[in-house]
C-alpha cells in the first residue's frame, strides 16, 4: 500500500480518486482482478504486489487473513484501513513496513518508539487515503516523531523486534534471545499473540479489559498488554509463589479459544496445556460467560507446555 500511495502522490493524485476510477471500490485489501488492476496502474508485478500486502481469505466460514506468508485471525491483529507509522523511518526510507500492518507490532524497535497511529497535531486516526506517506490525511502536515519514545515497555520493544523478524526470512532470533519464554517460538504469529494476550490483557486489579469492546486498540495500550502478558508469563517458570499472583489475570476465553480454533496444532495444544496446567478451564456451568469467583479454580502448579 505504501508503494501505491508512493506512486500516486508523485502523480498527485488521490488513493479515493483512483479507487474510485477504476471502479474497484473502497477496500484496501486487493485480491484477484482487484490486484492486478491495481499492480498495472501502479507498474508493478501482481505477484510482487501480493507478496507485500494483506491478503483477506474465507475458508469454511472462517475469515482470516495472510500476511509475508502468516495466517492471522483478524480481531485485534490487523490495523487495515487505521494504518500506523513510525515517522523516523517513513521520512528515512520513504516507505511503510509489512509488519506495521500488524497491531501486535506497537513499537519501532530501531527508534525505540511507539507506532503513530494518530497525527501528534491534529490527533486524527491515521488513514491509506493520503496525499504523500509522511503526511496527515486532514491537517496535511508532515508526521512529527512519537513524543512518547521514553515511555515504551521493554518487552514491547522486544516482541516487535521478534514478530518483525518472524515476518522476514530466516534467520531470526530466538523469542528467549530476547528475554520471552523459548516455547513461543514453536507457535505461529497468531497464537505467540493470543497466549500473550491472554496473559496480559487483564490489568493489575482485574479492571475490564479496553480492547474487548474495540475493534482496535491504541499502540500505547497494545504495548502495555504485550509488556503485562510477557512479564506474566516468565512468572510462570519462575516458582509456584509466582504463579499464584496470577490467579485471576488470565483470560480464560482467549486460552480456549486458542484451544479450540488455534491456526496449528501447536497453538491448539498449547491453548490446552495451558489450560490444563494451571488447572484454568472453567466449570462447564460457567463456560458461556461470566467470570470466575476468586480462588474457584486451582493456580497454576505445573510447568508450562
Ligand atoms: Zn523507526
Ligand atoms: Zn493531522
Redesign the pocket.
Known amino acids: 500500500m505504501s508503494l501505491l500511495l508512493r506512486t500516486l502522490a508523485a502523480n498527485r493524485i488521490g488513493m479515493d480518486v483512483l479507487l474510485e476510477h477504476l471502479g474497484i471500490g473502497r477496500s484496501i485489501y486487493l485480491a484477484g482482478s482487484r490486484l492486478r488492476t491495481v499492480a498495472w496502474t501502479a507498474g508493478i508485478d501482481s505477484d510482487w504486489l501480493q507478496q507485500r500486502t494483506v491478503q483477506r481469505h474465507t475458508e469454511a466460514g472462517d475469515r482470516f487473513f495472510v500476511l509475508a506468508g502468516h495466517r492471522v485471525h483478524g480481531r485485534l491483529l490487523v490495523r487495515g484501513a487505521c494504518p500506523q507509522l513510525?515517522a523516523?523511518?517513513v521520512h528515512a526510507g520513504g516507505c511503510c513496513l509489512l509488519p506495521w500492518e500488524l497491531a501486535c507490532v506497537c513499537a519501532?524497535p530501531?527508534?525505540n518508539?511507539l507506532l503513530l497511529d494518530r497525527c501528534q497535531r491534529c490527533r486524527a486516526v491515521i488513514r491509506w487515503n493520503r496525499q504523500a506517506l509522511d503526511v496527515c490525511h486532514h491537517c496535511q502536515w508532515p508526521f512529527a516523531p512519537s513524543s512518547e519514545s521514553a515511555e515504551v515497555p521493554a518487552g514491547a520493544i522486544r516482541w516487535s523486534t521478534w514478530i518483525t523478524q518472524r515476518l522476514g526470512d530466516p534467520p531470526y532470533a530466538a523469542a528467549c534471545a530476547l528475554g520471552m519464554p523459548r516455547w513461543l517460538d514453536g507457535l505461529s504469529i497468531d497464537g505467540a499473540f493470543r497466549v500473550v494476550e491472554a496473559f496480559g490483557c487483564i490489568e493489575q486489579d482485574a479492571r475490564p479489559v479496553e480492547h474487548r469492546s474495540q475493534a482496535l486498540i491504541s499502540a500505547r495500550s497494545m504495548a502495555q498488554m504485550l509488556d503485562r502478558g510477557l512479564n506474566r508469563l516468565n512468572m510462570l517458570e519462575v516458582s509456584s509463589a509466582e504463579q499464584r499472583q496470577l490467579v485471576d489475570l488470565v483470560d480464560l476465553p482467549t486460552l480456549e479459544r486458542l484451544a479450540k480454533y488455534g491456526i496449528t496444532e501447536t497453538d491448539r495444544l498449547t491453548g490446552r496445556a495451558l489450560l490444563r496446567a494451571g488447572g484454568l478451564r472453567r466449570p462447564k456451568s460457567m463456560r458461556k460467560g461470566g467470570r470466575r469467583q476468586r480462588g474457584q479454580l486451582s493456580l497454576f502448579d505445573s510447568e508450562a507446555p
Open positions: 513510525c523516523k523511518c519501532c530501531l527508534h518508539s
